[in-house]
């Protein structure tokens, strides 16, 4: 079973920085593209950071030049370094992994189950 575990989410004040991880585990024979989404209350999960196998990146535009996607293909986990945060930058964060188990035909996505961000003062 195939699993992602988020750390790193938190209570910080406007102008502060936090970390995200996302360590993937289980029977994992290649891992593709990884991302973080966010899902901020009443509104859409939406797209935050992406880094695809190549090793290109997209941003959504609210966080270019804040926040920082990295990925450790040996630890099968990524990163998202947030600074600068604003509070409407709040809500629960997301990563996503597409990957292909062992002994699966095909590739699946995989998400992880959330970590909350607060900003605030």
């Known amino acids: 079973q195939v699993q992602l575990v988020e750390s790193g989410g938190g209570l910080v004040q406007p102008g502060g920085s936090l970390r995200l991880s996302c360590a993937a585990s289980?029977?994992?024979?290649?891992?593709?593209?990884m991302g973080w989404y966010r899902q901020a209350p009443g509104k859409q999960r939406e797209l935050v950071a992406r880094?695809?196998?190549?090793?290109?990146?997209n941003y959504a535009d609210s966080v270019k030049g804040r926040f920082t996607i990295s990925r450790d293909n040996a630890k099968k986990t990524h990163y998202l370094q947030m600074d600068s945060l604003k509070p409407e930058d709040t809500a629960v964060y997301y990563c996503?992994?597409?990957?292909?188990?062992?002994?699966?035909?095909?590739?699946?996505?995989?998400w992880g189950q959330g970590t909350q961000v607060t900003v605030s003062s």
């Open positions: 996503n992994v597409d990957l292909k188990e062992t002994f699966k035909p095909v590739p699946t996505s995989v």
């Open positions: 289980g029977s994992i024979s290649s891992i593709y593209n």
């Open positions: 880094i695809i196998s190549g090793g290109s990146v």
